[in-house]
């Protein structure tokens, strides 16, 4: 199983970007799916999760700005997130969390840097 992060970046405070995770090894459609992120000197939190019924659970930090979505046919998911606060600096990750094993799986990570 392979998780692969892309489209993070730097950006300036009230900026948009779009992170796409590529799943490999594994459909994910039976699967959660999350974005969790870790930013210097703090423990990683969730960002934003997706079931395969589509229910999304999201931060409050997040809430109104950020939007996690699925494409299962792609073996995608995105994190569209508007708004950006220097705050939400930090290293994105996707998760994917299997339903027959409980396991979880990570990607590499994407650097997220909101600063002007």
């Known amino acids: 199983v392979e998780l692969v992060e892309s489209g993070g970046g730097l950006v300036q405070p009230g900026g948009s970007l779009r992170l796409s995770c590529a799943a490999s090894?594994?459909?994910?459609?039976?699967?959660?799916m999350g974005w969790y992120r870790q930013a210097p000197g703090k423990q990683r939190e969730l960002v934003a999760s997706i079931t395969s019924a589509g229910r999304v659970n999201a931060a409050d930090s997040v809430k109104g700005r950020f939007t996690i979505s699925r494409d299962n046919a792609k073996n995608m998911v995105y994190l569209q997130m508007n708004s950006l606060k220097p705050d939400d600096t930090a290293v994105y990750y996707c998760?994917?969390?299997?339903?027959?094993?409980?396991?979880?799986?990570w990607g590499q990570g994407t650097q997220v840097t909101v600063s002007s």
């Open positions: 998760n994917l969390n299997a339903w027959a094993s409980g396991r979880d799986y």
């Open positions: 090894g594994i459909t994910i459609s039976r699967n959660t």
